[in-house]
């Protein structure tokens, strides 16, 4: 099989055998070199047509074929480059947990003040797609180093754990 043209969405499906029975999985990369594997369902093992809820290889192969061409065409979520920045999802993520999740008012400050105190300086104003697992585990890193006084486990986590919701939201909306 000839490589693909650089550049181009590719990628593949297989079953994987787990405990609750097989599972199709596919794998693919993305034009901007991105690697997402994602499980589809269920394998279908049985002969004739899948009962309900199950996936046969023909069915992931054209769940796979769709979701690159999405990706092509540049509407695939979480593939498309929203020009958000962190200051963006930062305001929505702030937004989503004081009136949607209806935190407590200690709560949204202990959020606050990590975002200020930790997030902020390190990742103000950069795009939300730019920002990388290498510089997240640096930065946690670094936590630990800082001052003359370094900061404990419990609470580079409990940034990491506001920084993941913050991203997270940002990824589910698809913008902030």
């Not at 593949?12 to 499980?39: H, S, T």
């Not at 049985?46 to 796979?64: H, N």
């Not at 409990?158 to 993941?164: C, G, K, P, R, W």
Request: proline share 6%; charged share 30%.
């Amino acid at each position: 099989m000839l490589d693909p043209p650089l550049g181009s969405p590719s990628g593949n499906v297989f079953r994987v055998e787990r405990k609750r029975g097989p599972v199709w999985y596919a794998k693919y990369r993305l034009a901007d070199g991105r690697q997402v594997q994602r499980k589809i369902g269920p394998a279908w093992t049985g002969r004739g047509r899948p009962a309900a809820g199950f996936v046969t290889k023909r069915l992931a192969e054209e769940w796979l074929g769709e979701t690159l061409a999405e990706a092509r065409r540049g509407t695939l979520p979480g593939a498309v480059r929203t020009g958000a920045t962190f200051e963006d999802a930062v305001a929505e993520w702030l937004r989503y947990v004081e009136h949607d999740r209806d935190c407590k008012p200690s709560t949204l400050t202990h959020y606050r003040s990590t975002v200020d105190a930790r997030l902020r300086q390190e990742f103000a104003g950069m795009p939300v797609e730019d920002i990388t697992t290498r510089q997240i585990e640096a930065w946690r890193a670094r936590l630990g180093q800082a001052r003359e006084k370094p900061i404990g486990n419990r609470t580079r986590n409990n940034a990491v754990s506001i920084l993941h919701g913050i991203l997270e939201r940002a990824r589910l909306r698809g913008r902030p």
